[in-house]
């Protein structure tokens, strides 16, 4: 890459023991240092709260399953944690985020004993919001600060603070009595009497019974009893996160992850017992690959291949191509980008330099890194046993014009030059790489690193937009995905 970026090795997607990961913020800085890179994005799991109200007190009565998490409206607690290390280790940048789950739904009756959870798996990551404002009202399902205290939350507010107000003036209010006594001379005798106080009971119950009704008196834009909202609440987070300048990007959307979770303990103590509620409880997760979701949204920033689970020529990336081709047909308002996911909790064996995303950046700031990941200007890296592979160039020419990784090039005579240089640590290794155009294959390379390849290319595309991107693939499991190149004709 040209002399105005400096390169910078990054693990992204990496849990503390915030949210079940293995090691502290501090132990997380001190791998990364040990492991040679400079920065870290760490997206641990937030309000993973899935909960399922029991009608009609919804609000109240409550069946539970929880994870270990961080919680967004306490988001200013949690970003200071990183400031503090930040200072005591300056060596590694520590980025904090957080990895969410706008929506779940629910299905089942729990009458039953059973009940099933969908769409609970379908995470982002979210990065770069600068006020603890935007983290605490992030638009997900689980956060409590997401709901908004509108004019309905009001008027029922108001309804129980009257009932609640008129309980206390009924109870208040008396009447006088009397009532003589003696023979002769009869004296007269006054007391109070209260008989409107049954009445009073009464309006108080009736406001308990409709602040239970109406709890949190909050509106939220999604309920998760059964309703199908399609994309909806996705692409709204991801408009969201855009609108505030910040980044979101789908994680592990090929992954298959059900579960399962049961016992007594779901039901809250006071409901324990309660006769037509069960006992036992199964609350089944379904976990199913969601690439269609994905495709079926605009405006994120990235979304990872599946890199671990592939490992045939062009395999990782062929939905992404799928993407990228609409891009650069107009059926997209914005490219998605590439980006090396780890998702290190430090448990599983493997080492936090396993995946890495290494960024071109002015500097090693976290608004230079933001910058770059928001541009394209990286490209993830599959390590093994401790080889790796760097893309020490790779960039289109076009007359006295060039591009490099995230830009686009304007070319009028049509022909381009296409360069890259694979490097490898340690030296010396045998690499092949493939170079594509519009996702199908133009070139195939093969050699001892430092590969370097040149593609001369004398007619892009009759006309509009294309692209070029580059894999490489070195010993046992090694893989590096660059990012595209976009050329305008």
């Not at 609640?164 to 004296?187: E, I, M």
Request: charge should be positive; include cysteine.
């Amino acid at each position: 890459m040209t002399e105005r970026w400096i390169e910078i090795p990054a693990a992204y997607h990496v849990h503390t023991n915030a949210s079940g990961g293995r090691y502290t913020l501090e132990e997380i800085s001190s791998l990364a240092h040990d492991a040679g890179l400079r920065a870290v994005i760490v997206t641990d799991k937030a309000d993973t709260r899935w909960t399922y109200g029991i009608a009609p007190f919804r609000g109240l009565a409550r069946v539970t399953v929880e994870r270990k998490s961080i919680k967004l409206t306490e988001y200013a607690e949690y970003r200071a944690r990183f400031e503090k290390v930040g200072r005591e280790r300056p060596d590694v940048l520590l980025i904090p985020g957080a990895e969410v789950s706008p929506f779940y739904r629910w299905e089942g009756r729990l009458a039953d004993g059973k009940l099933r959870m969908l769409e609970w798996d379908r995470d982002m990551l979210v990065v770069g919001l600068k006020k603890d404002s935007d983290w605490k009202h992030l638009p997900i399902i689980g956060n409590e600060g997401a709901g908004k205290f509108g004019f309905s939350g009001s008027f029922h507010l108001f309804i129980c603070a009257a009932l609640c107000a008129g309980a206390f003036v009924v109870f208040a209010k008396k009447r006088k009595k009397s009532f003589k006594v003696g023979l002769w001379r009869k004296q007269k005798f006054s007391y109070d009497v209260h008989p409107y106080r049954p009445l009073s009971v009464v309006l108080f119950l009736l406001a308990v019974t409709l602040a239970s009704l109406w709890y949190p008196f909050k509106r939220f834009p999604f309920d998760p009893y059964g309703h199908k909202y399609g994309l909806a609440p996705y692409q709204r987070m991801i408009d969201y996160v855009n609108d505030r300048g910040g980044i979101s990007a789908w994680g592990h959307p090929h992954a298959d992850m059900n579960r399962k979770f049961e016992g007594r303990n779901f039901l809250p103590g006071p409901l324990a017992g309660i006769p037509g509620l069960p006992s036992h409880l199964e609350i089944f997760a379904d976990g199913a690959p969601y690439f269609d979701a994905v495709e079926g949204t605009e405006g994120f920033t990235a979304a990872p291949c599946p890199t671990e689970s592939c490992s045939g020529e062009g395999c990782p990336c062929r939905e992404w191509d799928g993407m990228l081709s609409e891009f650069t047909a107009g059926k997209r308002k914005s490219p998605p980008w590439n980006v090396g996911e780890i998702d290190f909790y430090g448990i599983l064996p493997g080492k936090i330099d396993d995946f890495i995303t290494v960024f071109f950046a002015k500097s090693n700031t976290e608004d230079a890194i933001l910058d770059s990941f928001k541009h394209g200007r990286m490209y993830s890296v599959r390590n093994d046993r401790g080889y790796t592979l760097r893309l020490k160039e790779f960039n289109v020419r076009s007359g006295d014009g060039i591009a490099e990784s995230g830009e686009t090039i304007k070319t009028s005579s049509g022909g381009t030059t296409v360069r890259a240089v694979v490097g490898s640590i340690p030296e010396g290794m045998r690499v092949k790489a493939v170079l594509y155009r519009n996702g199908e294959i133009v070139g195939r390379y093969a050699g001892r690193s430092p590969l370097s390849i040149r593609y001369e290319d004398a007619n892009p595309k009759k006309a509009g937009m294309s692209y070029y991107r580059l894999e490489a693939r070195a010993a046992w499991r090694v893989l590096l995905i660059s990012n595209p190149i976009f050329v305008i004709k």
